[in-house]
């Protein structure tokens, strides 16, 4: 039920990203709303349940992009992979370091696929910016704090249960004579 519910935000992040704040292909202001939720899969859930939410909607992700297929699949595994290792190995309060890291995990990714390409195919992108690169990074960290309380919420709302157990039990007896010598 979890997975099958953050597949549906995943989604609704992807449109909102790719059709409501992308305004042209290369515009400086539209946040990486996905990337949000790939840095919040690797902090809170386990591999598996990740992989299952994240390997749609890389794929869904990388046909709605158009850049050179296979290379958003990457670039949400690489920082999921990324993501994952440092947490584990950070021993400080997860609320000191999830957004920054999630900010300076953007930009060493970013910065590996510029990298590659500029490489394999030079004539695909486009000279690296640096402030650009910047704004990008404020822009996530700033989407990020409504968005993890949102996923952080929701996640929480998922795991309680909606039926709870006492209310299906039916109740031989008077129900209104107290049990077991209760008073």
């Known amino acids: 039920m979890i997975p099958f519910v953050f597949i549906l935000i995943g989604l609704a992040l992807i449109v909102i990203q790719t059709s409501v ?10 946040p990486d709303l996905y ?17 299952i939410i994240l390997f749609p909607l890389s794929w869904i992700m990388d046909v709605f992009s158009g850049v050179t ?6 670039i949400c595994f690489g920082s999921f992979v990324l993501l994952k290792i440092i947490d584990v190995k950070i021993p400080v309060r997860e609320s ?19 990298t590659f390409f500029s490489f ?3 004539d695909s992108i486009g000279p690296w910016s640096w402030p650009e690169i910047f704004v990008k990074i404020l822009l996530l960290v700033l989407f990020a704090f409504p968005l993890f309380r ?19 039990r039916v109740r031989s007896g008077n129900r209104f004579r107290p049990e077991n010598g209760e008073r």
């Not at 704040?21 to 539209?30: E, I, K, T, Y």
């Not at 297929?69 to 990457?74: K, M, V």
């Not at 999830?98 to 990714?109: A, F, I, N, R």
């Open 21 to 30: 704040l992308m305004v042209n292909p290369v515009w400086v202001a539209s």
């Open 150 to 168: 949102f996923f952080e919420y929701m996640h929480q709302r998922l795991q309680k249960k909606f039926v709870p157990f006492k209310m299906l």
């Open 120 to 122: 394999v195919n030079p």
């Open 35 to 51: 990337y949000i939720l790939v840095a919040y899969l690797a902090y809170r859930f386990d591999l598996l349940r990740s992989l």
């Open 69 to 74: 297929i296979g290379t958003y699949p990457a």
């Open 96 to 114: 000191l370091y999830q957004v920054p890291l999630m900010g300076v995990s953007y930009l060493v990714v970013h910065k590996v696929v510029y």
